[in-house]
């Protein structure tokens, strides 16, 4: 079966000459449907860069990046954007939350903009709404809500149109043990659905235990890949990893690069 994001040789890079920022050296990459797959490492080691072309809001320089076995680079343009739009969903660091536009609005408006009829994008949005309980604050405007809500409204606004990918840029950084608790159930419910993929960009190691797998990068590299054996019944709280960085990703297996 086709992996559902498949990686080759990625490369990436910024500038030119003396000044080139090699984001990406050379990724391989293999993640599952139904998989939760984390990213570490330090501050510009290429996590952001990475997810970005998974997305499709960069484009790789060479190598090759499979969704569901599709190769993006074979389609036209517009199929392309199609299939990223169809597929794809992004959580950014910044919410990045329309002020003047309700909670639910801000959900239904790519929608609406691609053309679906306004009453079906906002129908659209309240479920998704429900899905990260923030059924009662549809009405809210984004600025009288709490970084966890705000948060939660980008994860619903991701996820609207039921993308099989889901890539989150440190979705929990801004906020506090508890709201990022509940950030990490939503989204590993989210993760269990079939045929679903999420990426997860952190630097918090209390989220760890809700991943499948944690890959480290450091300057443009996969260095090190631990799986873990996530148990969906299980209280996650309980779960045998340890909260230290070093500790928890010591139970792993040890680094095997793919390809
Ligand atoms: N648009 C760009 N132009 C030039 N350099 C860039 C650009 N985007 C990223 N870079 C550089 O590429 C490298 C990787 O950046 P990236 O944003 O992927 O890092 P990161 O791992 O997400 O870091 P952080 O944890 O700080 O978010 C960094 O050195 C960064 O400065
Ligand atoms: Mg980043």
């Known amino acids: 079966m086709d992996h559902a994001i498949s990686l080759r040789k990625v490369v990436k890079t910024f500038g030119e000459g003396q000044a080139a920022v090699h984001a ?21 080691c290429g996590k952001t860069t990475l997810i970005s072309i998974v997305a499709g809001i960069l484009r790789q320089d060479a190598g090759e990046v499979r969704l569901f076995g599709e190769d993006l680079r074979t389609m036209s343009e ?114 269990i659905k079939p045929g679903r993929a999420l990426i997860v960009v952190t630097h918090d190691n209390r989220v760890f235990k809700y991943s499948d797998r944690i890959a480290t990068m450091q300057d443009g590299h996969i260095i090190r890949m631990v799986r873990r054996h996530f148990v969906p019944h299980d209280p996650v709280d309980s779960a045998p990893v340890s909260t230290s960085a070093s500790a928890g990703l010591a139970d792993g297996t040890a680094f095997a690069p793919v390809g």
């Open 78 to 191: 517009n199929a392309q954007a199609d299939f990223r739009a169809r597929n794809v969903g992004f959580v950014f660091q910044q919410y990045n939350l329309v002020p003047t536009l309700t909670v639910q609005e801000n959900v239904a408006l790519t929608m609406m903009i691609g053309g679906l009829p306004r009453r079906r994008a906002m129908d659209r949005a309240a479920d998704a709404l429900f899905d990260v309980e923030m059924s009662d604050r549809m009405q809210a405007m984004p600025n009288s809500l709490s970084g966890g809500q705000q948060q939660r409204v980008a994860i619903a606004r991701a996820i609207v149109h039921n993308p099989r990918i889901l890539v989150c840029d440190e979705p929990t950084s801004a906020l506090d043990h508890e709201k990022g608790r509940q950030v990490m159930e939503i989204l590993r419910a989210i993760a």
């Open 24 to 44: 990406l050296r050379g990724i391989n990459l293999d993640i599952g449907a139904g998989e939760l797959f984390m990213l570490i490492g330090p501050s510009g």
